[in-house]
Structure formats: C-alpha cells, structure tokens
C-alpha cells in the first residue's frame, strides 16, 4: 500500500520526441506527488510536483498529468532533448507523512 | 547559499567493519533524512531526523542508525558492514518535515569489499 510502482524502467527516445514516464499507486490518501531528477554522480533534485485538487501542472517542457481515478500519475517531457537524459524518479507522500516514498526510477537516454 | 554537503564522497570498506556518513544541510534546514540508493532497490529511506530527534525510520536493520547535533549537521553509522551494504548513501534537507522540498547532496559512494 505504501508503493509507488514506475514503469518503464529505461526509455530511449530521440530528441525533439515526447518521453513519458508512468507510476501506479495504491493508497489513496498520498496527497503530494513530486518528480525528481538525478544527473550522474548527482543527487537527485525536484523537477515538479502535483498535488490530487488537479489533473495537471505545467513547467516548461515539462508536464504532470494526474489521474486520481486511475490513481496513476505521468511525467512527460516534450521537446526531449539530450541534457534531459537522466534517471527520474516518482514519488508520493501521505498527508501526516514525514517521508516521501520513490518510485524505483526511469533512466532516459535522448539520442542526439 | 551553500548547498548540502556529504563527507567523505567515497568509502572502500571490509565486512565486519563499521563505517560514518557525515551530512551538513542547507543552513537554516533542519530536517535532515538518510536514503539508501541501489540500482536494484532505487532510493529507500533510512530515517529522519528534526531537532536532533528520530522522527521517521525506514525498514532497515539496527544496523543502521543516525544522530543530529544542534547545528543541524547529521550523521549515519552503519555497523559490521555486509556486502549488500555497498550503495550511495544520499542525505537530503529540507525546512521543516521531510516531506517539504527536499535538497539532496551528491551522496557518499559506500564500497563494502
């Protein structure tokens, strides 16, 4: 109940393609949903985060579509270029929590 | 602003061993929390610490403990070392509770030989 299940575990895409990255939950009451970004040799760092009140935030190239029904959560990156290629890695805390709970991570790899 | 420091960057380690991750947040920052990083299990939370007091521990062997001084500043001791103890140790701080933005430092590399 406390996972957060990512798919897919590695993505390659070429650039100026669409990379989108999936995770599943189960318990309902998580209530913040961040991304994080982790360059090698780096830790890693907040891209964007999404609470449930919307079904999607925009930053950039970079958007969170939310699907609280579904209870799945997407990342996708349009544009993708090759300095996007890093490991990203889903998350979700609970409302009383003091811990966030990561996905296992996505390695994305922008062909040139 | 400075941002979270991890020392040392690399351990090399035998079995049996003991070993100490030293952590410095942003200033200012006083939650402090320990993850473990593997490519098998991604990132598991170890603990976390606020004024100096647990507040949050993952599922982790006693093995594995931590401390926080007053100055924020956090360590994490990992006794009689075992080979699947060989993982980046990352520590991260925020504001207040470990679930505000939390700002990773690069990680100290743990060799368990």
């Known amino acids: 109940q406390q996972q957060v299940k990512q798919s897919p575990q590695s993505l390659i895409v070429q650039k100026g393609g669409i990379s989108i990255i999936n995770c599943a939950y189960e318990n309902t009451a998580f209530d913040y949903f961040p991304w994080y970004q982790q360059f090698p040799g780096k830790g890693p760092a907040l891209l964007i985060a999404?609470?449930?009140?919307?079904s999607e935030k925009k930053e950039g190239r970079f958007t969170i579509s939310f699907n609280k029904s579904a209870k799945q959560f997407s990342l996708h990156i349009m544009d993708s270029q090759p300095g996007d290629s890093a490991t990203y890695f889903c998350a979700a805390s609970l409302p009383l929590g003091d811990k966030i709970i990561f996905g296992k991570g996505t390695r994305l790899h922008i062909l040139p | 602003k400075a941002g979270v420091t991890q020392t040392p960057r690399y351990l090399i380690k035998t079995r049996g061993q003991q070993v100490t991750l030293s952590c410095s947040p942003i200033s200012g920052h006083r939650s402090v929390s320990w993850y473990q990083q593997t490519p098998g299990q991604g990132l598991q939370f170890l603990f976390e610490?606020?004024?100096?007091?647990?507040?949050n521990k993952g599922n982790f062997p006693g093995r594995f403990s931590g401390r926080q001084f007053s100055n924020s500043r956090s360590e994490m001791n990992v006794s009689t070392l075992e080979l699947g103890d060989s993982a980046l140790y990352l520590c991260?701080?925020?504001?207040?509770?470990?679930?505000?933005?939390?700002?990773f430092g690069p990680g100290t590399r743990l060799t368990v030989l």
């Open positions: 991260a701080s925020s504001l207040f509770t470990g679930k505000d933005e939390q700002f």
């Open positions: 610490y606020f004024s100096e007091t647990q507040r």
């Open positions: 999404i609470r449930p009140d919307v």
